[in-house]
């Protein structure tokens, strides 16, 4: 299977890529598969493609032009694409003797077994995927400034309550989605079967700074979210304070016209 796979090479070129919100694999149930949870699909000669459910794709030993067409054969599958896919570069390199490093996108195996790629797959993944919402988070970081610094000279800018709003949906939608969908900081359930492998994806977790990136990115998270909602508490503040004072005038007019009829009539 393994000389199948990569045709004697002990050198694989691999790129991940983070190409929309998810993958259609139910489409691909008939198709012939190496392995599965995550999908491992032969692609171009002698290589393969590991699916992720969430989005991301990570091809080995494909040369551009089976690139080329193996994602272009992969474009019906996806589902809200993105226009620019983040994109991650990596080599792997047979090495028995040094096994299980990896430094500067150089990743040595003991073999190319397909568990191994299969790991090697979902850090890759992970690490696209945090890319992309690194990138969308500091947009909407940059959008939020600008409300916080202006909560120093006013609180009553009702026209923030809709924009703010939207922002809040978008840190929600991509804690949902890092959390519940990608699950970054969770073990692949292969480890279970395969714990020999735990050193390789403890050694690439770290390479790739998956924790690190995921609490960072989950600071950055909750510092908009607390912004926002702080914001939008002051202006439901103030919305209620000027209902009070609505109710207030009533009374006081309400008062004044008695009294007016009490003296009229008098």
């Not at 090479?9 to 890529?17: E, P, Q, Y």
């Not at 600008?146 to 939608?173: D, I, M, S």
């Not at 890092?178 to 480890?191: A, F, Q, S």
Request: one cysteine or more; glycine letters at 6%; a negative charge.
């Amino acid at each position: 299977m393994q000389k199948q796979l990569f045709a004697g090479k002990d050198i694989v070129k691999v790129r991940a890529l983070f190409l929309g919100e998810r993958l259609d694999l139910k489409a691909l149930e008939t198709t012939e598969t190496l392995a599965k949870q995550p999908l491992v699909v032969a692609a171009g000669e002698c290589g393969c493609a590991v699916l992720f459910k969430y989005g991301a794709v990570v091809l080995f030993g494909l040369g551009p032009v089976e690139e080329a067409s193996f994602l272009t054969y992969l474009k019906p599958l996806v589902i809200e694409p993105f226009d620019s896919p983040e994109t991650e570069d990596a080599t792997l390199k047979l090495d028995p003797a040094g096994a299980w490093q990896a430094e500067n996108g150089l990743v040595r195996l003991q073999d190319f077994s397909i568990e191994s790629v299969q790991i090697v797959a979902d850090v890759l993944a992970k690490s696209v995927v945090l890319a992309q919402y690194e990138k969308g988070t500091a947009g909407v970081f940059d959008q939020i400034e600008p409300f916080a610094e202006g909560l120093q000279r006013t609180t009553k800018n009702e026209r923030w309550g809709k924009e703010l709003l939207r922002q809040l949906g978008t840190t929600l939608t991509i804690r949902h989605k890092i959390v519940g969908r990608v699950e970054i900081i969770d073990k692949p359930e292969l480890l279970w079967d395969a714990p020999m492998l735990e050193r390789l994806y403890l050694r690439l977790e770290n390479e790739y700074e998956i924790r690190e990136r995921h609490q960072t990115l989950e600071r950055k998270l909750y510092l908009i979210s607390s912004t926002a909602e702080t914001v939008l508490d002051l202006l439901q503040h103030n919305s209620t304070l000027r209902v009070e004072w609505y109710v207030v005038i009533l009374i006081v007019v309400e008062i004044l016209l008695s009294f007016y009829s009490i003296v009229f009539h008098t």
